[in-house]
């Protein structure tokens, strides 16, 4: 047990300390406009030079500032929430490969180092889901590392297009390459591989799905790292992507992606699943503010986001142990009667959620949706935008209406206790970050200070989805949900709207039912079918009749048994003297 315990402390104080030094040079590099190109060269033979190229500037600093300190908590909170696994080291180890990945990723401006973080992530991310072993999680996890397969295969082809530009250092070559057609091809590439990482439609189905990972895998992997590696991809690569069609094609589907994991989310009774979607729909405002060429405030949303979600998922694992490994939402209730400490923790992170002003969510969030309101976008996507952001409200509303207000469902006796210091300490850190990054972050990104000029109503609007989504989950969670299904829509479209507008099963049957099909009717008609009676079988039929025939001569006539003893000795030595 000591060894655990030391290997946790070990790992929180190290990765903790690496956090605070990246935050003092990220400040140090932001006030004196620094960037540092670090090359090591590995090996030189002859000509050829094999070279490791390191970029740190403000922004990678300060995103890796933010993945070790989420990283650190969450190793801290492992210590507690896996005590009773016997394999912890292997658990921690796991952990930190990933958190390594992710820094090589981050830290790249090289396309084959970030092919190396990049795959270094799915392969991680894929033993951590299938940790607790059992078929449906071995099922998430096949199609978690399939679904990052793509992404893979999309960055090769990156790889295999930079050949002619002599180097892949692709940093160099975004300015002047920009009207290149080559670098068109690029940076489809680079957006489709982004696509699959950060979960968008149609890669969507495997991120709910990956919650079968234990939960603070959840809370690092799936809210802050993992899934915004591509968000991170299209930031870097932002001055290619200007002006293109294929991102009017992204601004699209992120947000339809963002509109429908807001709409499944209020289905749902899984509570880790409904966090994920939530990941999903903040995930894709992301991407639908960097598809309209403002990478700043969706870097900005990135680090807000990565701090409450990070919470959020701490918290509910908080939850699932006190409910004795339960995650149906039906079933608890009443919480904050209990477990006050973890239900202020829970209540703040959905707040900033939300973008209840002066938390970290609302810099960030309502920046985004003025600039939208600001820009000269068509009407779809501004409904979108504000529809999306109703929902999350009501999502919020409708969880804290489940866990905090409602009666406690489980069992009568029950013991739920608020003192796993341990846990409280870690979530500590996330809720004070969650309240105060916001802020902070505004004040050290943006140089210049922004004033964003709207008449009152548009810019109020925010707020009028804000509360209007509110009170309709508040209503929604107090009556029936089928009552409300009945007289709005019928059992299809219900259907449709809760099974992720179908993705899930598009994703897995969607894709190996034809194949499958075609290999059971090749099984069927050739393997065991006329293959077989053309060889082995059909052989073994023919020999089996002729046996049969001459049996039932031999046991019935024996004249004609020696007649026919008589004929193959003549066919015999006739044969003999011909060869003969």
């Known amino acids: 047990m000591k060894k655990n315990i030391s290997i946790c402390f070990l790992s929180f104080f190290f990765l903790f300390f690496m956090s605070m030094v990246n935050f003092m040079m990220m400040i140090y590099f932001i006030m004196n406009n620094m960037v540092i190109f670090l090359e090591w060269e590995v090996i030189t033979l002859n000509s050829v030079s094999v070279v490791m190229s390191i970029l740190l500037d403000w922004m990678s600093l300060l995103f890796m500032m933010f993945v070790l300190l989420i990283s650190s908590v969450v190793i801290y909170y492992s210590k507690s929430y896996m005590s009773s696994e016997l394999n912890l080291n292997r658990f921690i180890i796991l952990v930190l490969l990933f958190v390594f990945s992710m820094i090589l990723l981050i830290i790249s401006p090289n396309i084959v180092s970030i092919l190396l973080g990049w795959d270094g992530l799915g392969l991680v991310s894929y033993c951590l889901v299938i940790y607790y072993q059992n078929f449906k999680s071995y099922n998430a996890g096949m199609l978690t590392a399939l679904s990052n397969r793509v992404g893979d295969v999309f960055i090769l082809m990156v790889i295999s297009w930079m050949l002619n530009y002599?180097?892949?250092?692709?940093?160099?070559?975004?300015?002047?390459?920009?009207?290149?057609?080559?670098?068109?091809?690029?940076?489809?590439?680079?957006?489709?591989?982004?696509?699959?990482?950060?979960?968008?439609?149609?890669?969507?189905?495997?991120?709910?799905?990956?919650?079968?990972?234990?939960?603070?895998?959840?809370?690092?992997?799936?809210?802050?790292?993992?899934?915004?590696?591509?968000?991170?991809?299209?930031?870097?690569?932002?001055?290619?992507?200007?002006?293109?069609?294929?991102?009017?094609?992204?601004?699209?589907?992120?947000?339809?992606?963002?509109?429908?994991?807001?709409?499944?989310?209020?289905?749902?009774?899984?509570?880790?699943?409904?966090?994920?979607?939530?990941?999903?729909?903040?995930?894709?405002?992301?991407?639908?503010?960097?598809?309209?060429?403002?990478?700043?405030?969706?870097?900005?949303?990135?680090?807000?986001?990565a701090m409450f979600k990070a919470l959020l998922f701490m918290c509910a694992g908080v939850i699932i142990h006190m409910m004795n490994d339960i995650q149906d939402i039906r079933l608890m209730g009443g919480i904050s009667n209990y477990i006050p400490m973890t239900s202020l923790c829970m209540n703040i992170s959905n707040l900033a959620l939300c973008g209840i002003p002066f938390l970290a969510g609302f810099y960030s969030k309502d920046l985004i949706l003025e600039m939208v309101s600001l820009s000269n976008l068509n009407l779809l996507i501004y409904y979108i935008y504000y529809l999306s952001t109703g929902l999350t409200m009501f999502y919020t509303i409708r969880l804290i209406m489940?866990?905090?207000?409602?009666?406690?469902?489980?069992?009568?006796?029950?013991?739920?206790?608020?003192?796993?210091?341990?846990?409280?300490?870690?979530?500590?850190?996330?809720?004070?970050?969650?309240?105060?990054?916001?802020?902070?972050?505004?004040?050290?990104?943006?140089?210049?200070?922004?004033?964003?000029?709207?008449?009152?109503?548009?810019?109020?609007?925010?707020?009028?989805?804000?509360?209007?989504?509110?009170?309709?989950?508040?209503?929604?969670?107090?009556?029936?949900?089928?009552?409300?299904?009945?007289?709005?829509?019928?059992?299809?479209?219900?259907?449709?709207?809760?099974?992720?507008?179908?993705?899930?099963?598009?994703?897995?049957?969607?894709?190996?039912?034809?194949?499958?099909?075609?290999?059971?009717?090749?099984?069927?008609?050739?393997?065991?079918?006329?293959?077989?009676?053309?060889?082995?079988?059909?052989?073994?039929?023919?020999?089996?009749?002729?046996?049969?025939?001459?049996?039932?001569?031999?046991?019935?006539?024996?004249?004609?048994?020696?007649?026919?003893?008589?004929?193959?000795?003549?066919?015999?030595?006739?044969?003999?003297?011909?060869?003969?």
Not at 166 to 182: A, P, R, T, V
Not at 208 to 231: D, I, R
Request: with cysteine.
């Open 402 to 580: 489940y866990l905090m207000v409602n009666d406690y469902n489980l069992m009568s006796i029950y013991n739920l206790y608020d003192e796993d210091y341990t846990m409280l300490k870690s979530m500590m850190v996330l809720l004070f970050m969650s309240v105060v990054s916001g802020s902070m972050l505004s004040w050290l990104i943006f140089l210049n200070p922004y004033m964003i000029y709207l008449p009152l109503n548009m810019k109020m609007m925010v707020m009028y989805v804000s509360l209007l989504g509110g009170f309709i989950g508040y209503f929604v969670s107090n009556m029936m949900i089928y009552s409300m299904n009945k007289f709005l829509m019928t059992y299809n479209i219900s259907s449709f709207l809760c099974l992720m507008w179908f993705m899930p099963s598009l994703s897995t049957y969607g894709l190996n039912y034809y194949f499958l099909k075609l290999g059971q009717n090749l099984l069927k008609y050739v393997d065991l079918g006329w293959s077989e009676l053309y060889s082995g079988q059909g052989m073994y039929y023919i020999l089996k009749n002729y046996s049969i025939f001459y049996n039932f001569y031999q046991v019935n006539n024996f004249k004609i048994y020696l007649f026919s003893f008589v004929m193959w000795m003549m066919i015999f030595m006739f044969l003999m003297m011909m060869i003969l």
């Open 166 to 305: 002599g180097s892949w250092n692709y940093i160099f070559y975004l300015m002047f390459m920009k009207n290149d057609y080559e670098m068109y091809m690029i940076s489809s590439l680079v957006i489709v591989a982004a696509m699959t990482k950060s979960a968008q439609i149609p890669f969507s189905s495997w991120l709910p799905a990956a919650m079968a990972a234990p939960t603070p895998v959840s809370a690092l992997v799936h809210s802050s790292t993992l899934v915004t590696a591509g968000v991170y991809l299209l930031i870097r690569f932002n001055l290619l992507l200007v002006d293109m069609l294929f991102l009017k094609i992204l601004l699209l589907l992120s947000g339809l992606t963002m509109f429908m994991a807001g709409i499944s989310a209020n289905y749902e009774f899984d509570l880790k699943k409904i966090i994920a979607l939530s990941t999903l729909s903040q995930l894709g405002l992301m991407m639908s503010i960097l598809s309209m060429g403002m990478p700043d405030l969706a870097f900005f949303h990135l680090l807000t986001h």
